[in-house]
């Protein structure tokens, strides 16, 4: 291996196969691409092993003692915290039943023995590319300042993101219903009437504008076509809308910053640190850092002193 090489991480590979042979020929090819390399010898043994370590990617041998390859897919699919690992069956079968079983389990793709060197480094790239692409769309939905769900033509969640089950639980909240906002079922009103308005209207599904935009109260909604034909995307954001308060104003008259005034105004409303950052795209951590900048700033140290000082500042 070159110096270069060594200085090299592309990512983490884990090889799982029974054959020696194949477990050094893969090594060696996927080291002196630059990747790391981890290698177990029966499903029972990676399983063991993703537990502590998760690699980036999983060349998995279909035909091994124990639970076989699609067993060993199977579990590492099933847990939430490995699901999102990529995994490329290595086999010889040539079956078109073996095949589909395969994908149905999970994986990915399929390296056909005898494996050639060009193909597994091409293959390794191409799925490590597409799921670290996947990962950072996640994150960014994860922090952005809008919610994100899509539904089918009947309505009914199909995928939406953690910002957007707690945006819609609190709507259902508010309307005092015990209905869990889950997938399979109709988002909470209003949000669910307008949308199956907009849905049976003749121009959603065939000339679908593209996008729709919409507000409800102080929620704003952005439909548009997903890339599956048959389901629609949403992106709800809570407008940070001043009602009575001036925010300018504020942040001058109390020497804050205006995502401080907006984080008070917040507080006035009685939104917990958790809410205000799903509000503003914020973590309850960076909320809560504001919150001490904001006691520091007006010298008190609880929230209500905060909201009282705001109030009296008002009627002056």
């Given at each position: 291996m ?5 200085s ?11 054959t020696p ?11 002196e691409?630059g990747y790391?390399?981890?290698v177990?010898?029966?499903g029972?043994?990676?399983?063991e ?9 999983i ?10 390859g ?14 999102d690992?990529?995994i ?9 039943d073996?095949l ?6 999970g ?5 056909v ?11 390794v790239?191409?799925h ?8 950072r769309a ?7 300042p809008?919610?994100a769900?899509?539904?089918?033509r ?10 957007a089950?707690?945006l819609?639980?609190q709507l259902?909240?508010?309307?005092e219903s015990?209905?869990k906002?889950?997938?399979g079922?109709?988002?909470?009103q209003?949000?669910?009437g307008?949308l199956?308005e907009?849905?049976?209207a003749?121009?959603i ?15 704003s ?6 890339a ?5 995307l ?9 009602r ?15 995502r ?10 009685g939104?917990t640190?958790k809410?205000?950052?799903i509000i503003l795209?914020?973590?309850?951590r ?11 700033k ?9 909201v009282a ?7 002056e």
């Amino acid at each position: 291996m070159t110096a270069a090489n060594h200085s090299v991480n592309k990512g983490t590979v884990l090889i799982i196969d029974d054959t020696p042979g194949n477990l050094a020929f893969l090594s060696d090819t996927l080291s002196e691409a630059g990747y790391r390399v981890l290698v177990a010898i029966d499903g029972h043994s990676a399983l063991e092993q993703i537990g502590f370590l998760h690699p980036d990617i999983i060349l998995l041998d279909v035909v091994m003692p124990g639970i076989d390859g699609f067993e060993t897919c199977r579990k590492i699919k099933s847990n939430p915290a490995t699901t999102d690992i990529p995994i490329l069956f290595m086999t010889g079968l040539g079956e078109l039943d073996n095949l589909l079983r395969g994908f149905d389990e999970g994986g990915l793709d399929y390296i056909v023995k005898p494996i050639k060197p060009t193909e597994v480094l091409a293959r390794v790239d191409v799925h490590l590319t597409q799921a670290r692409t996947i990962s950072r769309a996640k994150t960014a939905l994860k922090h952005a300042p809008f919610a994100a769900l899509t539904v089918d033509r009947s309505g009914r969640i199909t995928w939406l993101t953690p910002c957007a089950e707690t945006l819609l639980s609190q709507l259902t909240e508010k309307l005092e219903s015990s209905r869990k906002v889950e997938i399979g079922v109709l988002p909470p009103q209003p949000i669910s009437g307008w949308l199956r308005e907009q849905i049976q209207a003749n121009h959603i599904g065939r000339e679908l504008p593209s996008e729709i935009d919409h507000t409800l109260g102080n929620l704003s909604i952005k439909l548009s076509r997903s890339a599956d034909s048959h389901e629609f995307l949403l992106l709800l954001q809570q407008r940070a809308g001043s009602r009575d308060w001036n925010l300018e104003s504020l942040k001058d008259s109390l020497g804050l910053t205006l995502r401080e005034a907006e984080i008070l105004m917040w507080i006035s409303r009685g939104k917990t640190n958790k809410e205000i950052g799903i509000i503003l795209g914020s973590s309850p951590r960076t909320v809560n850092k504001h919150l001490e900048h904001i006691f520091e700033k007006l010298g008190v140290v609880t929230r209500a002193a905060a909201v009282a000082m705001v109030m009296q500042k008002a009627k002056e």
